[in-house]
């Protein structure tokens, strides 16, 4: 059964302005801590128009995270769509992953978190996996087959290996413990794919 999506009309340019200071409140604060008031101070927003804007405290906080992943994806598009070369388009795409702020870290993290409780917005991050996935794998089928990439695993068997390294590095940083520094993890990791790739060292 399909569901009416939690996205209202009303608010304009107003409206995008205030699920920026969502997105911040839900980074620093976390899903159960964010509230109307907090958004209401940071934004300069009644509550009342808030929620004239966005119903429920609930659907305020999935909006802006849609958002969010939605910027994301956005960004990998765009990257990849800045290198011809397939592997160097598989490092920009790395690096912008690897590169993300602080905020978009944990957003994301907060995002799967209210996934694994809310049916539509667990439905909408398989969209969202799919949009994330697609210029990798395009990525590793175009080298394959432009000779570039010699493959010993599926395109999306390598892709599912960078993506769980990827989203894995995430977790010690969003959580501040002690982890691989960005230049050993990304040489690591690349060397990881040159060889899955079949590329010379």
Known sequence: MTKIPRTRR???????????????????????NTRFA????ASGVAISTLQT???SREDMLIEAMRRSTDEEVAAL???A???KDPWRRLVALIDRSLGNSERTRQVLIEFWRAGM??????????QVRTRYREPFVRSVTEGRDQGAFV????????????????????IPRV????GPSPEGFRHVLLSHMRLALGLPG
Do not use: C, N, Q, W
């Open 175 to 178: 959580l501040h413990h002690p």
């Open 117 to 126: 409780r809310d049916e539509e917005l667990r439905d909408y991050s398989v």
């Open 151 to 170: 493959l010993t695993s599926g395109p999306d068997d390598v892709v599912d290996f960078l993506l769980a390294a990827l989203g894995g590095v995430m």
């Open 38 to 41: 907090d958004v209401s101070a």
């Open 10 to 32: 009303a608010g304009g340019a107003k409206r995008i302005a205030a699920l920026g200071a969502v997105a911040e409140i839900l980074a620093a604060r976390g899903y159960e």
């Open 77 to 79: 598009e765009a990257a």
């Open 53 to 55: 804007y966005f119903g």
């Open 81 to 83: 769509g800045s290198e």
